[in-house]
C-alpha cells in the first residue's frame, strides 16, 4: 500500500497517457490539422459532451450518500446549463458554429464514428453499472484537463485565425470548473482506496478512462487523417472542408 502521497503521485503519473500526446492533438496544437480535420473534431467531441451529464446522473442514481450528491450535482449543471445562463453544451455548440458547422449538423450525432460512439457509450455504461466510487475516480483525468484547454486558447488562435474568437468559452470556463471538480474528486480517492489491491484497482479504472478518450481520436485519426495525411474517408462525410 501506497502512502497518500506516494498513491497521489502514482495518480498524476498516469498524464502520461493522457490524449493530450495522441498524434491527433499533437498535430491540433502545432498548427497541422485542415479545417475539415478541426471540423471532424468538433462534430465527433460533441458527443462525450452530450453524454458527460447522462454519466454524471447515473453516477447519481446509484449514490446513496447526500452530501456527495450535493457536490456532484453541479457538474450537471455546469454541462446542461442552468436558468439564465448556459452551459458547456451550449458553449460547444457556439464552438462549432465559430469553426463554420450548422448546428444541425452536429446535434444531429449522424456524422459520429462508431469507434467514438463505442468508447462514449463504454464510458456511461460503467457508471450505470459500476460502483459510484469508481465512477468518481474515473473522472480523474481532469486532473489533467486544464493544460490541453490552455494550450488551446494559446496555439489555436496563431494557427487557425480563421476559428471565430466567440468559439473558446468552453476551454476557458473549463479552466476554472475542472480545477474545482478534480479537487473533491481526487480527496475522496485519496480517502477512499485503503489497501494496496483498492489502490491498483483504482490506478486501472483511471487507465481505462485514459483509453476511452484516447480511442476517440483513434477513430478520429484512422477516418480523417492527420493533416494532409489522409488514410481513410468512408464516413468522414460530416467534415468535408466547405467550399
Avoid at 456527495?68 to 446549463?81: A, K, M, Y
Avoid at 459500476?130 to 484537463?145: C, D, I, K, N, Y
Avoid at 481505462?208 to 492527420?226: E, R, S, T
Amino acid at each position: 500500500m501506497w502512502t497518500r502521497t506516494e498513491f497521489e503521485a502514482q495518480l498524476r503519473a498516469r498524464e502520461q497517457r493522457y490524449h493530450s500526446y495522441h498524434p491527433y492533438h499533437v498535430a491540433m496544437h502545432e498548427g497541422r490539422l485542415t479545417a475539415a480535420q478541426i471540423r471532424a473534431w468538433v462534430i465527433n467531441r460533441f458527443y462525450y459532451q452530450v453524454n458527460i451529464p447522462l454519466k454524471d446522473a447515473a453516477l447519481l442514481a446509484n449514490c446513496p450518500d447526500q452530501a456527495v450528491r450535493r457536490e456532484w450535482i453541479v457538474r450537471i449543471l455546469d454541462h446542461d446549463g442552468r436558468e439564465g445562463e448556459e452551459g458547456g453544451i451550449e458553449a460547444w455548440l457556439r464552438l462549432g458554429e465559430a469553426v463554420g458547422l450548422e448546428r444541425s449538423e452536429v446535434t444531429s450525432l449522424r456524422h459520429v464514428l462508431p469507434g467514438v460512439r463505442f468508447a462514449v457509450d463504454a464510458y456511461v455504461s460503467f457508471a450505470r453499472t459500476r460502483p459510484w466510487q469508481e465512477t468518481v475516480t474515473a473522472s480523474l483525468t481532469e486532473l489533467f484537463a486544464p493544460g490541453i484547454h490552455r494550450t488551446r486558447l494559446a496555439t489555436w488562435p496563431e494557427h487557425y485565425p480563421w476559428i471565430e474568437r466567440q468559439g473558446y468559452t468552453y476551454f476557458q470556463n473549463r479552466l476554472a470548473q475542472a480545477r474545482r471538480d478534480v479537487a473533491f474528486a481526487l480527496d475522496f480517492t485519496l480517502d477512499h482506496y485503503r489497501t494496496g489491491a483498492e489502490q491498483e484497482r483504482a490506478l486501472a479504472i483511471v487507465d481505462f478512462k485514459l483509453d476511452v478518450l484516447w480511442c476517440m481520436l483513434d477513430a478520429m485519426a484512422i477516418n480523417y487523417g492527420i493533416g494532409e495525411q489522409v488514410f481513410f474517408q468512408g464516413r468522414a462525410a460530416g467534415a468535408q472542408e466547405r467550399a
